[in-house]
């Protein structure tokens, strides 16, 4: 076994050998522009960059021409909200969104509030979920478009999609969804989801970093966007700008074998976040799961070590690679965003830790993992003022607290 | 975020880690910060005549956090309470070579420092 070992695959995944071999050519051999019409480089670049797009689409039950190449889902995110607000703002200046989304969704709404739209940016519940019932309430005559996840980077909750997306439909109002997390980990379809517009990122599925895609409905409803990059019109007018072959490719490869391995890879996921989770759970006391058990992603885990701050746990535990939603991982000495938005409590959020395996973890690195948690949790119990005052039998809560930060 | 050798030798072997009796006259006690703020610090002293002759600490927060206190806890032992009240933040900051954002752990343990001096006093009479 190597160390460090790695368990944020939220944050990002290697490339799969497989998917790096399907690129190298498109650096040096083939390395023609897609957009190059009149020589054979051209015509292999614009062959592979169209192969790619079909194993895109066919991941997420989408045709083709339905398919945006971007740099990313953030680039991804900024199109389809801020395309679909210009396109559609003689309709409506209303967007129905949550708390719980992305920082991509977050920021990017809030620059079209301060264009003259009005957000509603919904409260998810404890688990981090958007009922379908909050947003039939929210819904108004000018909402134009609703953007919820399909599933949340630092919980792994999923949205209810299908039912948002029915109810989206029946009001006639866009629906995009973030697909960053769940592509390729859950069957995505954007037809029976009825989803019109659905990003997802390269580097989340063993793809490389810098590519993405932008699913654009193009029937039942047509889905118009207002371009935000000028240029010579790539991607169907939507998207200017030379194309990242070897990139896209990469995408496509990492699309394909995700669709290919999707039950394999997810069941690997489970099994390996369930044990890590039961080893945890049997090794402490007083962990609480930030999320919704039913409702998750196969490979997400994440959980709040009470009277241990997240950072300092992070140092204990330095030969493995995880998250938290600790104020102190951040600049901004704010706790986690999402965890507040689920009212799980400030002092939880500074204890999360987030957890995240993938298609090359090991169960003798999961093993090492928890044993290694269990043990710092354990040291770090042992110095915290909080657990001392617990086991006095303080109520913590009751506590007048002086001098706080 | 990476951590300074000194942050990191704290962080793996705290000084001082423990509680005193906080009801007996000679400890005062000191505790500062929130746990929604991610920063709770207890500081302890033991007092013989106007010196400080035990401390101990437990910080519930991040590294810079733990090292602050348990190198205020260091910092203390063997002075007098007008000498431990004179340390500043600031030496904290330039011994563990705490970056901005972790300035205010050091704050904190001055805060620690100055509670259970006032403790100790307040429990004197003085």
């Given at each position: 076994?190597k160390?460090?070992?790695?368990?944020?695959y939220q944050?990002?995944?290697?490339?799969d050998?497989?998917?790096?071999e399907?690129m190298l050519?498109?650096?040096?051999?083939?390395?023609?522009?897609a957009?190059s019409?009149?020589h054979?480089?051209?015509?292999?670049?614009?062959?592979?960059?169209?192969?790619?797009?079909?194993?895109?689409?066919?991941?997420?039950?989408?045709?083709?021409?339905?398919?945006?190449?971007?740099?990313?889902?953030?680039?991804?995110?900024?199109?389809?909200?801020?395309?679909?607000a210009?396109m559609?703002?003689?309709?409506g200046r209303?967007i129905?969104?949550s708390?719980?989304?992305?920082?991509?969704?977050?920021?990017?709404?809030?620059?079209?509030?301060r264009?003259?739209?009005?957000?509603?940016?919904?409260?998810?519940?404890?688990?981090?979920?958007v009922?379908?019932?909050?947003?039939?309430?929210?819904?108004?005559?000018?909402?134009?478009?609703?953007?919820l996840?399909?599933?949340?980077?630092?919980v792994?909750?999923?949205?209810?999609?299908?039912?948002?997306?029915a109810?989206?439909h029946?009001?006639?109002?866009l629906?995009?969804?973030?697909?960053t997390?769940?592509?390729?980990?859950?069957?995505?379809?954007?037809?029976?989801?009825?989803?019109?517009?659905?990003?997802?990122s390269?580097?989340?599925?063993?793809?490389?970093?810098?590519?993405?895609?932008?699913y654009?409905?193009r029937?039942?409803?047509r889905?118009?966007?207002v371009?935000?990059?000028?240029?010579?019109?790539?991607?169907?007018?939507?998207?200017?700008?030379?194309?990242?072959?070897?990139?896209?490719?990469?995408l496509?490869?990492?699309?394909?074998l995700?669709?290919?391995?999707?039950?394999?890879?997810?069941?690997?996921a489970?099994?390996?976040?369930d044990?890590?989770?039961?080893?945890?759970?049997?090794?402490?006391?007083?962990?609480?799961?930030?999320g919704n058990?039913?409702?998750?992603?196969?490979?997400?885990?994440n959980?709040?070590?009470?009277?241990?701050?997240?950072?300092?746990?992070?140092?204990?535990?330095?030969?493995?690679?995880?998250?938290?939603?600790?104020?102190?991982?951040?600049?901004?000495?704010?706790?986690?965003?999402?965890?507040?938005?689920?009212?799980?409590?400030?002092e939880l959020?500074?204890?999360?830790?987030?957890?995240?395996?993938?298609?090359f973890?090991?169960?003798?690195?999961?093993?090492?993992?928890?044993?290694?948690?269990?043990?710092?949790?354990?040291?770090?119990?042992?110095l915290?003022p909080?657990?001392?005052?617990?086991?006095?039998?303080?109520?913590?809560?009751?506590?007048h607290?002086?001098?706080?930060? | 975020?990476?951590?300074?050798n000194?942050?990191?030798?704290?962080?793996?072997?705290?000084?001082?880690v423990?509680?005193?009796?906080?009801?007996?006259?000679?400890v005062?006690?000191?505790?500062?910060?929130?746990p929604?703020?991610?920063?709770?610090?207890?500081?302890q002293?033991?007092?013989?005549?106007?010196?400080?002759?035990?401390?101990?600490?437990?910080?519930?927060g991040?590294?810079?956090?733990?090292?602050s206190?348990?190198?205020?806890?260091?910092?203390?032992?063997?002075k007098t309470?007008?000498?431990?009240?004179?340390?500043?933040n600031?030496?904290?900051v330039?011994?563990?070579?705490?970056?901005?954002?972790?300035?205010?752990?050091?704050?904190?343990?001055?805060?620690?420092?100055k509670?259970?001096?006032?403790?100790?006093?307040?429990?004197q009479?003085?």
């Amino acid at each position: 076994m190597k160390l460090p070992i790695y368990l944020d695959y939220q944050a990002t995944t290697p490339v799969d050998p497989r998917v790096l071999e399907a690129m190298l050519p498109y650096f040096s051999v083939h390395f023609g522009n897609a957009a190059s019409r009149n020589h054979s480089f051209g015509w292999e670049a614009e062959a592979a960059v169209e192969k790619a797009r079909e194993e895109v689409a066919e991941l997420i039950g989408a045709s083709p021409k339905e398919i945006v190449f971007t740099s990313g889902s953030t680039e991804a995110i900024n199109l389809a909200l801020k395309g679909a607000a210009e396109m559609y703002r003689d309709k409506g200046r209303h967007i129905i969104t949550s708390q719980a989304e992305h920082k991509a969704v977050l920021d990017t709404c809030k620059h079209l509030e301060r264009q003259g739209f009005e957000v509603t940016f919904l409260q998810p519940d404890r688990t981090g979920r958007v009922e379908v019932a909050a947003v039939e309430q929210a819904l108004r005559p000018d909402t134009i478009l609703v953007a919820l996840m399909w599933a949340n980077n630092e919980v792994g909750t999923l949205n209810p999609v299908r039912e948002i997306g029915a109810l989206c439909h029946a009001r006639g109002v866009l629906f995009f969804t973030d697909a960053t997390q769940a592509a390729g980990k859950i069957p995505v379809d954007v037809e029976a989801d009825q989803v019109d517009l659905a990003c997802l990122s390269a580097h989340k599925l063993y793809g490389p970093k810098g590519v993405g895609a932008l699913y654009v409905r193009r029937r039942g409803p047509r889905v118009r966007l207002v371009a935000q990059m000028d240029g010579g019109g790539h991607e169907r007018g939507m998207r200017s700008g030379t194309l990242n072959v070897p990139g896209i490719v990469g995408l496509g490869a990492a699309c394909r074998l995700a669709r290919e391995e999707l039950a394999a890879d997810a069941a690997h996921a489970a099994e390996l976040r369930d044990h890590l989770e039961r080893c945890i759970l049997e090794g402490l006391d007083q962990v609480h799961l930030n999320g919704n058990r039913t409702h998750r992603l196969p490979n997400c885990l994440n959980l709040s070590f009470a009277y241990v701050e997240g950072e300092s746990l992070l140092m204990g535990i330095n030969d493995v690679a995880v998250s938290s939603g600790s104020a102190c991982t951040s600049a901004s000495l704010e706790p986690s965003h999402v965890l507040r938005a689920m009212a799980v409590g400030d002092e939880l959020a500074h204890s999360s830790i987030r957890f995240g395996v993938g298609r090359f973890t090991t169960r003798e690195e999961v093993d090492f993992a928890a044993e290694r948690v269990i043990a710092a949790v354990r040291r770090l119990r042992e110095l915290s003022p909080l657990y001392e005052m617990a086991k006095e039998g303080i109520d913590l809560k009751t506590v007048h607290w002086q001098g706080g930060h | 975020m990476a951590y300074s050798n000194k942050v990191l030798d704290h962080y793996n072997n705290p000084r001082n880690v423990g509680a005193l009796d906080k009801s007996a006259p000679d400890v005062g006690t000191g505790v500062v910060g929130a746990p929604e703020c991610g920063d709770v610090m207890k500081l302890q002293i033991r007092v013989e005549g106007d010196r400080i002759v035990d401390a101990k600490f437990k910080t519930f927060g991040c590294g810079s956090a733990i090292a602050s206190s348990s190198l205020a806890t260091e910092w203390i032992k063997g002075k007098t309470l007008d000498e431990a009240l004179g340390i500043k933040n600031t030496q904290i900051v330039e011994e563990l070579s705490l970056p901005p954002v972790k300035i205010h752990c050091s704050v904190l343990a001055e805060d620690a420092i100055k509670s259970a001096v006032n403790d100790y006093k307040h429990k004197q009479g003085k």
